[in-house]
């Protein structure tokens, strides 16, 4: 009885089309971005810290970059260029005065991560994305991908540092 009851369950479930998925994990499985066809891979919030940086101006944000283990370990290893399979992630969020961290240290002087903006994506695939050195390119807004004309942006402005294999953060011990 038991047995049929959990079965029924996972039918309903299956036929609604829940999918569950973690929130903490990110956001993933949704539509690929064009130009590259990526996706936001699975687990990506769980990934390793690079470093981090902030932007004054119009993006006024502060960042996170994020590797999966293939590029934690191509870091690590000082290894360039990065292999295969390396994905960079790096996730921005508002910069935002904290009122109630203020208050404690008796002045302004609290700043935190606020609502998120965006996160871009650099996935090595040599073979796929040979006309770019190997970097497939992509962002994404609340999960949804940003558009071809923007992504054509991405790789003349990273080619500065191609001695770097294109990328410019560098490992913060
Ligand atoms: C105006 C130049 C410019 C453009 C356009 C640009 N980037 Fe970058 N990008 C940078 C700089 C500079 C950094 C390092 C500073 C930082 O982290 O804020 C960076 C950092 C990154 C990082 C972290 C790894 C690294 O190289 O440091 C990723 C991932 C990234 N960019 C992806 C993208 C994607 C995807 C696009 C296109 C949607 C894009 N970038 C467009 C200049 C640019």
Redesign the pocket.
Known sequence: MKRIVFMLIAAVILACGVVFTNPAAGRANEKAAPTYGIKLPPGYRDWKLISV?H?EGQLNDI?A?LGNNIAIKAYRDERLPFPDGTI???LAWRYVPSEENNRVFGRPQSFLAGPPTNV???VKDSKKYAATDGWG???FEDGKP?DTA??K??FP??EP?KARD????RYAR
């Open positions: 940086a932007e960042r970059i960079i992630a790096r871009q994506l650099m390119d992509a962002q940003d923007l992504l942006t991405c402005c990273h540092v294109f990328v410019f953060t």
